[in-house]
């Protein structure tokens, strides 16, 4: 049976490790209320001018800018968004097996990944896919200049034609205990088909059409990045608010589990000193 000395010994690491658990809970809390404001603001825009791009993709001719031109399936590049720290549950976890799975299922020993976070360059520093790009401690200070400079590199990656392909895989966040898998393609831009009910007419463009799209295109392309930043931002603080929120409950039951221990241990040596003044005293002299 272990000592009176060693369960306290014990009951003040695990309560030290609470109060650790406690404080990272705040820090997240207040770190998610920033990012989810920055996320809200900038979804409308972003899911807005996805829609505009598609309908214009869909009337506009492909040879009117790279950036519309269909490869087929070729030579493919992942983006995969992971946080630079861990310490929240699943959240990493999940990201690096949907990107394993992607490049799984896509059977492709030529696809390359280019890696935003910690995190993955540390996963896949030791596996098969070559990559291509490498962005550390974005997370840190989180700014649209980030977004600017990967956008850039995918961009140049697709119209040199390194690449036929860009796909891009990160957290969505939906609430603070939920996040989803979202696998996106983001290079070529997607040319969805005209609604029946709608007239296959083409835009008036002013200026012509070169000009505008070769503006709007790499724009489309940042915002989307920034989107996929700032969600995996939001959705990484509200893992590691839950999963700290956990870590300190288990504590808290650690705790309560040791003192009910600690508590048997000592009354179970007094009793046995009790039995052994009482047997002592019943001896004769």
């Not at 059977?107 to 990944?113: G, H, L, Y």
């Not at 098969?128 to 995918?154: C, K, M, N």
């Not at 724009?219 to 996929?228: D, F, G, L, T």
């Amino acid at each position: 049976m272990p000592a009176l000395i060693d369960i306290r010994r014990r009951i003040r690491s695990v309560r030290s490790t609470q109060q650790i658990t406690k404080a990272m809970k705040m820090v997240s809390a207040a770190k998610l209320r920033r990012a989810q404001e920055a996320m809200f603001a900038a979804r409308p825009y972003a899911r807005k001018m996805l829609e505009v791009l598609n309908s214009l993709a869909s009337r506009a001719d492909p040879e009117a800018h790279p950036l519309l031109q269909e490869r087929g399936s070729g030579k493919e590049l992942l983006v995969v968004v992971t946080a630079d720290k861990g310490l929240c549950g699943a959240f990493n976890a999940n990201i690096l097996r949907a990107a394993t799975r992607f490049l799984a299922d896509r059977s492709r020993p030529t696809a390359d990944v280019a890696l935003v976070g910690r995190k993955g360059r540390d996963f896949f520093r030791r596996r098969q896919p070559r990559v291509r790009s490498e962005h550390v401690g974005v997370f840190a200070a989180l700014r649209y200049s980030t977004a600017r400079t990967i956008a850039g590199e995918l961009i140049e990656a697709y119209t040199k034609g390194e690449v036929d392909e860009v796909f891009l895989v990160y957290n969505e966040f939906k609430s603070v205990i939920q996040q989803r898998i979202v696998v996106d393609r983001l290079l070529p831009v997607e040319r969805h088909g005209i609604h029946p009910h709608e007239p296959a007419l083409d835009y008036l463009y002013e200026p012509e059409p070169a000009s505008i799209f070769a503006e709007i295109l790499p724009k489309h392309v940042e915002v989307q990045v920034w989107r996929a930043l700032l969600e995996s931002a939001a959705a990484e603080h509200g893992a590691r608010m839950a999963a700290m929120d956990a870590a300190t409950n288990n504590a808290a039951d650690m705790i309560d589990r040791l003192t009910l221990h600690m508590n048997k241990v000592r009354q179970a040596a007094i009793t046995k000193e009790i039995i052994e003044v009482v047997s002592g005293a019943g001896r004769p002299a």
